[in-house]
């Protein structure tokens, strides 16, 4: 079983639509990265989280620590919001990233 | 701007030859990361550095080789011994291990025909 599992691995919406994507971990954590990969292959960094919730945006990130569950949403989705979006937990053990497979998120107008 | 370069782009290899992968920063970062991404699994750790002339083997290190002697600095190659080359390359740097979050480059495709 992998130690970082999201959910679903893709997603089709209508451009307006509430999205949330999920992410589960198995380990003990010290962050959590939400990141976003375009077709060309560059990451960048969305959200680091340890507790609560941030936004940015129309983008907002939950971690639950108790649970290990995080969730990202997007608001008001639009087709420049397709992309793949991973999670990632930093290890509190040897304080390295650990990684999900990532959501693959299409947007139509 | 800081950022992290990588080059190139697309990269093809004949099978039997090493390539190196190019990775620059401007960040003053003292940590620097390369991960392998296949389709369909996450970013696995290749090898990783936290301070300039050393570095430590991630998960797959193995036909992979790398060096750090400038801190703006983490070439990787990828040596002939590496059975399965072909992926999406990046390169990754952060402060402190992390602590601050990480800056990604925007990566290399390697095919070896």
């Known amino acids: 079983k992998n130690e970082v599992e999201q959910s679903p691995q893709n997603l089709t919406a209508q451009e307006g639509e509430f999205i949330t994507i999920n992410c589960s971990y198995s380990v003990g954590i010290s962050a959590l990265h939400w990141l976003q990969q375009h077709p060309g292959g560059g990451i960048v960094s969305l959200f680091m989280?340890?507790?609560?919730?941030k936004k940015h945006g129309r983008l907002i990130a939950t971690i639950n620590i108790q649970e290990k569950h995080s969730s990202l949403h997007i608001t008001a989705s639009h087709p420049r919001d397709s992309a793949v979006y991973i999670c990632?937990?930093?290890?509190?053990?040897?304080?390295?990233?650990?990684w999900g497979a990532g959501t693959k998120l299409i947007i139509k107008p | 701007d800081g950022g992290i370069t990588q080059s190139p782009k697309y990269l093809f290899r004949k099978e039997g030859q090493n390539v190196t992968l190019s990775c620059e920063q401007n960040?003053?970062?003292?940590?620097m990361y390369w991960y392998r991404q296949d389709p369909g699994q996450g970013l696995r750790l290749i090898y990783y550095?936290?301070?300039?002339?050393?570095?430590q083997k991630g998960d797959i290190a193995e036909g992979y080789s790398v060096s750090r002697e400038k801190k703006e600095s983490f070439p990787l190659t990828v040596t002939s011994a590496q059975k399965n080359p072909t992926a999406f390359y990046l390169c990754?740097?952060?402060?402190?291990?992390?602590?601050?979050?990480?800056?990604f480059g925007s990566g290399t495709r390697l095919t070896v025909v």
């Open positions: 989280l340890s507790s609560g919730k």
């Open positions: 960040l003053n970062h003292d940590a």
């Open positions: 990632a937990v930093r290890s509190s053990s040897n304080y390295q990233l650990i």
């Open positions: 990754a740097s952060s402060e402190q291990g992390g602590i601050y979050g990480y800056t």
């Open positions: 550095s936290q301070i300039v002339n050393d570095f």
